[in-house]
């Protein structure tokens, strides 16, 4: 973001648009979606039972790893960066609302992948530190 941020915004703009329909192919698709749908699957059954051993070492590691992941990864692309690049796929580049969106875009969207990339590393620490119990 930051390399794109150097660009003049129209630039920008088309980048990230280009970027975000090249991204959009059967094997980004499959491993993205995969993964996710994977982890999802994992975290909340975790999480769950985690409820039903909270009496043994570690569980809380669970509890919060499973939410990190839950919450601040998945629930932050699906509620944050997918609707910011929705908007971004509407404008045209060259335009005025386009370089107004574009100010905006760059911050917000670094913020809330700041905050995902956090909350995976976050998740990974604790669900290791569950491991070790």
Known sequence: MSALARLEPAQGIAAMQAINI????????????????????????????????????????????????????????????????????TVEPDSASGANLWANYLANWTLWNHIRTAAALAAAASLMAALCY
């Open 22 to 89: 090249t991204v959009i192919n059967p094997l980004f698709m499959a491993v993205f979606l995969g993964t996710a749908a994977t982890c999802s699957l994992t975290c909340s059954l975790l999480g769950v039972s985690s409820f039903f051993r909270w009496h043994q070492p570690g569980t809380a590691y669970l509890l919060l790893g499973s939410l990190l992941y839950l919450v601040g990864t998945l629930g932050v692309t699906i509620v944050f960066n997918v609707p910011l690049n929705d908007v971004l796929a």
